[in-house]
């Protein structure tokens, strides 16, 4: 057995040294042990359901760097709801307070080095908390891991808890990871399906051509070159257009 003070109400308690998660049994408090000490144990609850998350991830794929086809065309093979978690660090550093959040888990997915914890919808994790059947991904990584790196005095260490959507989708034979943080309607990814550029180019450089030649025409016949300008202007918009609905 190993003894730690709640962070809460200062009161000593007793745990196993194989235990990560402790309650206090003076105010009920969860706690997280580490090799650290302990640390309150928070969660950030879903402020959305499955349908919400699929609308703002089709959303996402109308986006104008996305390829033309990826909004009508990407099949979602999986959505699974779960929660991830992070390690978050208060810190008093030059008189001023600063939150670091970390990763507490090993993790390839886009976005969980850039979670942030927005102020006020942070939840005490305690015996009123329903999570439902949404899993709750155990943490992998100490943090010790981060705290020898820290400048600074601790003014409080907590393990906290995103709720995260992962979606997997397919497109023209590929498959792409999307994630969608349910709290704050963030999408992280790190690879999608780009919209074709070159015919871009091939516009861009087509219009640059076509005006080095008429300011040459403009300086030797002004009328030939007026006209040509006047040629040149509608014809590349409009290949600009049928390039920004077929690409």
Known sequence: MAEAK????????????????????????????????????????????????????????????????????????????????????????????????????????????????PAGDIKVFDQKVDIGNVPLEQPDISMMAYLGNMAGEPVEQALVYFPIFHIRYEF????????????????????????KALSYIAIGLGGFAACTFISFCIVFNPVMGLIGLLLTIPAIFMGGLWVASHK
Not at 173 to 182: E, K, L, P, S, Y
Not at 183 to 194: D, K, M, R, V
Request: net charge positive; charged share 25%; aromatic share 16%.
């Open 6 to 117: 709640c962070q809460k109400c200062g009161a000593p308690f007793d745990f196993d040294s194989a235990t990560k998660f402790a309650k206090c049994k003076y105010c009920d408090s969860q706690m997280y042990i580490d090799r650290s000490g302990s640390g309150f144990f928070y969660m950030l609850p879903f402020q959305m359901d499955d349908r919400t998350a699929e609308a703002i991830f089709r959303r996402w794929t109308a986006g104008s760097n996305m390829a033309k086809e990826l909004e009508t065309n990407a099949r979602i093979v999986s959505m699974r709801p779960f929660y991830f978690p992070v390690y978050m660090f208060k810190r008093k550093y030059q008189g001023r307070e600063t939150e670091f959040v970390m990763p507490a888990r090993s993790t390839t997915l886009p976005g969980m080095h850039a979670l942030k914890i």
């Open 172 to 195: 023209e034979g590929a498959q792409f990871d999307v994630v969608v943080n349910g709290s704050s309607q963030e999408i992280y990814a790190t690879y999608f399906p780009p919209r």
